[in-house]
C-alpha cells in the first residue's frame, strides 16, 4: 500500500508526535488526513492552510460519543493511527500511583481499543487499510520512574498482537510503533538524549511502504529492543540501577 491517495485519520494530531504524522502524510500526498483533536481550535491555523486536505475531528479518544461520531464523519479511512497518549511519572510509592493508572489506562489502553472496535468495520469496508498503535519501547521492557504509564504500553502490546490475530482475516494490516524518548511535551522531563517527532512518522511511513509490522523508530529503541531480546533480565537489572 502507497501514502498517496490514502485516507488518514489521527488521534492527538494537534501536537508532539501526532502533529509530526501530520505533516510527515501530507509531504508522502495523503488525499485526506482527519485530525482527531479534543479541542479542533487547537488545528485551526494548519486546516487552514490545507482546507482540501485536513478535516478536524472533535475526539476525546475517553469519549463514547465522540468515537461513535467520528466513525460516522470518516467513514473513508484506510490508515488509522491510535497515538493519543499521556504520561505520569510515578513509582509505586507515589500516593496518586492507584489514580494515575486509571487515568492512563483509561486514554492508553481502553481509547485505542475502543477506537479500534469502531473503526474495524471501517477499514474492512475499504478493503482492510492499516490499523497503527503508537506504543513505547516500554510496551517491551519497564522503566521504574513511568511504573503506570509502563503497565499501560503493556496492555497496548497485547492489543496490538490480538487486534493483528483477529483482523488479519478482514485483511487489515497492524503495525506497532515503538519510540524511545521523542522531543515532545510528554518527554520534557525526561534527562535523556531525544529523537526528533518526525523521525517516528517518517519511520512509520517506511513500514507501511516495506510490510513491516513492528516499527523501532530511533537508536534508544532499537539497541534496547535488540538488549531485551538477547538478554532480558541483563536489561531488567540496566532499569532498575537507573531507577
Ligand atoms: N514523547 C515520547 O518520548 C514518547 C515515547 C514513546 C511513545 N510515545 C507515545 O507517542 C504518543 C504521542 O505522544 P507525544 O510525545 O506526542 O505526547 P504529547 O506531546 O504529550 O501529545 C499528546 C497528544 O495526545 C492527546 N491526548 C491526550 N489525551 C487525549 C484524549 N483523552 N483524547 C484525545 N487526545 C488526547 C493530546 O491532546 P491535548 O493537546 O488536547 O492534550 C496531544 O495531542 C503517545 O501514545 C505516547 O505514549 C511518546
Known amino acids: 500500500m502507497t501514502i498517496k491517495d490514502s485516507v488518514v485519520l489521527i488521534t492527538g494530531a494537534n501536537r508532539g508526535i501526532g502533529k509530526a504524522y501530520v505533516e510527515e502524510f501530507l509531504k508522502a500526498g495523503a488525499k485526506k488526513i482527519y485530525l482527531g483533536v479534543r479541542n479542533p481550535d487547537s488545528v485551526a ?102 511504573t503506570t504509564y509502563c503497565a499501560s504500553k503493556h496492555a497496548v502490546q497485547s492489543l496490538i498482537l490480538n487486534a493483528r490475530a483477529q483482523l488479519a482475516a478482514q485483511g487489515t494490516r497492524v503495525i506497532g510503533v515503538y519510540p524511545g524518548p ?8 525526561l534527562e535523556m538524549d531525544k529523537f526528533p517527532p518526525a523521525q517516528v512518522a517518517t519511520e512509520t511511513i517506511k513500514a507501511i511502504e516495506n510490510g513491516k509490522e513492528d516499527v523501532f523508530t530511533d537508536a534508544f529503541s532499537k539497541v534496547t529492543y535488540a538488549a531485551f531480546r538477547k538478554n532480558p533480565k541483563a536489561v531488567e537489572a540496566q532499569m532498575r540501577e537507573a531507577a
Open 182 to 189: 521523542i522531543d515532545t511535551d510528554m518527554a520534557k522531563d
Open 45 to 146: 491555523d494548519v486546516v487552514a492552510e490545507n482546507p482540501n486536505t485536513l478535516i478536524p475531528l472533535k475526539l476525546d479518544i475517553t469519549n463514547a460519543a465522540d468515537i461513535k461520531n467520528a466513525a460516522k464523519e470518516a467513514g473513508d479511512v484506510d490508515i488509522l493511527i491510535n497515538n493519543a497518549g499521556i504520561l505520569f511519572f510515578d513509582d509505586l510509592a507515589n500516593k496518586d500511583a492507584v489514580d494515575n493508572a486509571r487515568k492512563t489506562m483509561e486514554v492508553n489502553f481502553i481509547g485505542p481499543l475502543a477506537m479500534t472496535q469502531a473503526f474495524a468495520p471501517i477499514l474492512k469496508n475499504n478493503g482492510g487499510g492499516i490499523l497503527i498503535i503508537v506504543s513505547s519501547i516500554v510496551g517491551h521492557v519497564s522503566m521504574p520512574a513511568i
